[in-house]
């Protein structure tokens, strides 16, 4: 399975107006603390790969404390020029301390970390995600998991212009590569 995904800047207000115009359902949402890894034994910069360590907390709910769920993720290279589309695999961690000794142990170093809030909406069998990344500002993020990348990704089009957003307006490279290149050399993870 890939997850085929367009992403853009945007205006949070003006897609959120959009959203509803177009009768999008309000999924929900979660602020997300992601810690990316650096391998002993390849450079995923060079390979286009990523590792992270994400907890990510609920910030709708009931009045009682959300619960903050950690999840594993390995990111495999970009598989085309025209998205940003990937192989991905992700499990829950029920011990973020062990997880953290694991990867230790293996030689994993924390590289870098992500903070983002993210507002989720479904929308033509997408899921339209409106991103507020620290460091780097608001985000519109278009995606889906499919076998069939080029459908998958002409239908991600579609939505993205339903919005109001230019499909042109593409950027590829994950949020740790624009932190990372903000702060210094370019490193597109």
Known sequence: MYEVELKVRADHDRVRARLA????????????????????????????????????????????????????????????????????????????????????????????????????????????TLDRVDGLGEFVEVETEAEAVEAAREGAVEVLEELGLDPDDQIRTSYLGLLLAADGPADAR
């Open 21 to 128: 115009d177009v009768g999008a359902t309000d999924a929900g949402g979660v602020s997300q603390v992601d810690t990316y890894y650096d391998a002993p034994h390849r450079d995923f910069a060079t390979t286009d790969e990523a590792l992270r360590l994400r907890r990510e907390t609920p910030v709708d709910g009931e009045d009682d404390a959300p619960e903050t769920v950690t999840k594993l993720t390995y990111k495999g290279p970009l598989v085309e020029t025209e998205s940003k589309t990937r192989r991905e695999h992700e499990t829950v961690v029920l011990d973020d301390d062990a997880a953290e000794g694991i990867l230790a142990g293996l030689g994993f170093e924390p590289a870098a970390t992500v903070e983002k809030h993210r507002r989720f909406f479904r929308y033509g069998g997408y899921t339209v």
